[in-house]
């Protein structure tokens, strides 16, 4: 007799084991001859050596489908066990699958051109409306890669300006200051990772949430990194970031033109980046439109009347500044 320790590295054990150890009960009752015993990320065997490369093979077989799907289930492991492919619904251009197995797919043409982009380039810039999808998307892509061993770490940043309003002191430590413009971002990655593993990959620094200000100084290798508002970064700031980027690493910097908050007097970081590299081989623009909301029907509706009302009054404008330049013309003559 034997005995061997069998560590789940990459999954949340709470999913492999399933809702009342059923999934585990499951498992021990397709190996009569061994003696399992299951304690948080590892399980312990005892028994034949032959009866035991098989059950290692089988638990790294769905180890690998829990890790994919975020999900098992017992129809799932017995096919594994017996040798057979499970079956999976179609999924189409899923780029990975949420805390509940359901496929996260690009919802739109321009979503799945941000896809095909992040394949073939280091360096994409996703500028499109609020509920385009252009952030989601991009964090979708991150951990994909994370989950595939591409990269060793995902890095999500966001400059902390605040919409319009001003908040004053925020109680608390650094991270309780900042956390709450990173909040849309722990949403995303809330959906794909399940809390157990999210939590661990968080403590580990393989998942790191920072403001822009602390990205200054560093090379960042091996990794995903999503500059979230880039419309609110200065051209210092923008600058800086991109010139952070390492080995083996991609980056997407995603914003929306039509929501910068920024003091009137200064120039947008992303607007000024666009302008400069945009004949520059290796980076790509993919740009988002109403088209691409995947939102409420309102907010679409929100989008275009907003569009009227900026159309309209710069008309107005333009207009006002034709009709007083005439008039100084003919007060002079």
Known sequence: MIEKHIVLEDIDPVIFYGVNNANIQMIKALFPKLRIVARGNVIKVMGDEEEMCAFEEAVTALEKHCAKYNSLNEEVILDIVNGNMPKIEK??????????????????????????????NDMIFAIGPAGSGKTYTAIAL???????????????????????????????????????????????????????????????????IAPLAFMRGRTLNDAVVILDEAQNTTAQQIKMFLTRMGMNTKMIVTGDMTQIDLPASQTSGLVQAMRILKDVKGISFVELNKK??????????????YEKFEEKTKKEKTDSSTLNKRKNEQSID
């Open 292 to 305: 691409d909301i995947v939102r409420h029907k309102l907010v679409t509706r929100i989008v275009e009347a």
């Open 91 to 120: 999924t189409g251009d899923a780029i990975v699958f949420s805390v509940t197995g359901k496929p996260i797919t690009p919802r739109s043409e321009n979503q799945l051109r941000l896809v095909r982009e992040f394949e073939k």
């Open 142 to 208: 991150a951990v994909r890669a994370l989950k595939n061993k591409e990269i060793k770490k995902i890095i999500l940043s966001r400059p902390a300006v605040e919409a319009g309003e001003k908040l004053g002191f925020l109680p608390g430590d650094m991270k309780e200051k900042i956390d709450p413009y990173l909040q849309p971002l722990y949403d995303a990655l809330q959906d794909m990772i399940p809390p157990v593993k999210l939590k661990e990959y968080m403590e580990l620094n393989i998942i790191q």
